[in-house]
């Protein structure tokens, strides 16, 4: 009894009970106005998850300055579509937006316990990207959101000037850092990294080229928790205490060390469709002046 109360809390109460996180992060030069991003990951969306669509609709009321999509937009090949209504006004803002290996493959059906012991790096490298990620993209881009997916460009928000790299998916070997490479130009005034899957080789090269905050998402925060444990698993390289939430990246404590996010994500796969001590989410980051 206390198991199947337990499956029904995490499949159907936690699973839609969407959180918005918000956290101050200091980057900007003294004197500098705020900028407001609204960092989403994740959604994993089909058709039929109308609540989700719904919450997401709700953020433009947040008045992002910037929004930032970290990929894994999409779990079946009607979801574009849904998925770029759901975003609505949003796509009328500044965008930036990488892909996820869910928005190329179809999701299927596999036993969630295997990443107990291994993460799920390999299991497309036979898969043929059946999912309609070109349109997705194009979506974002018609609306004049920026391609991130091993790309580099400096756009404008508002009255900042923002210097982004992206990658694509590093879980699927599809991350091309060589493309990006380079220096971050220290005259902009927001050096952002932006990727899927947070994998240390990864977020190593993003620090040494001088980027100062990174977002990503994949881990779904373990998406089951235990109280006093934490995350099981990241599915990924990274540590279980960087799985989700904002931290300095690696954490040694030296104050030229980048701002990390990891986003715990808005959905789930739809063969796996629970999540515990762990709701899903959406994060407004407002960037500030830090220390002189």
């Known amino acids: 009894m206390a198991s199947a109360a337990g499956l029904g809390y995490s499949s159907v109460i936690e699973r839609n009970w969407f959180a918005l996180r918000q956290h101050e992060v200091p980057v900007l030069r003294p004197g500098s106005a705020p900028v407001r991003i609204l960092h989403i990951s994740d959604a994993h969306l089909t058709p ?17 300055d910037l929004v930032v999509n970290t990929g894994d937009s999409i779990a079946h090949p009607q979801a574009v579509g849904p998925f770029l209504a759901a975003l609505g006004p949003l796509l ?50 018609s609306a004049g959101w920026f391609n991130a997916n091993n790309r580099r460009a400096r756009i404008k ?24 490479a380079g220096a971050a130009d220290p005259s902009a005034d ?17 620090a040494a080229d001088g980027f100062e905050l990174l977002l990503a998402g994949h881990t779904h925060g373990g998406q089951i928790q235990l109280p006093g444990t934490g995350p099981l698993v990241t599915n990924c ?30 959905g789930t796969s739809p063969y796996a469709p629970v999540r515990l001590c762990c709701r899903p989410e959406a994060t407004l980051l407002t960037l500030v002046s830090g220390i002189s």
């Open 48 to 64: 039929g998850r109308h609540r989700l669509m719904s919450w997401l609709r709700t953020l433009e009321a947040l008045e992002p």
């Open 92 to 141: 009328d803002r500044p965008g930036v937006f990488v892909y996820g290996s869910n928005d190329l493959y179809s999701p299927k059906p596999r036993n969630p316990a295997r990443y107990l012991w291994r993460t799920s790096a390999e299991e497309h490298a036979r898969d043929v990207d059946d999912l309609p990620w070109a349109d997705l993209g194009a979506g974002m881009e």
């Open 190 to 206: 927001v050096r952002l990294g932006v990727m899927h899957s947070p994998e240390p080789a990864v977020l190593d090269q993003f």
């Open 157 to 180: 928000v508002g009255d900042h000037d923002v210097e982004v790299a992206g990658v694509h998916d590093s879980h699927i070997a599809r991350d091309r850092y060589e493309r990006i």
């Open 237 to 266: 390289g990274i540590s279980r205490e960087l799985a989700s939430g904002l931290h300095r990246y690696p954490g040694t404590g030296a104050d030229s060390e980048p701002w990390l996010h990891v986003s715990a994500g808005l």
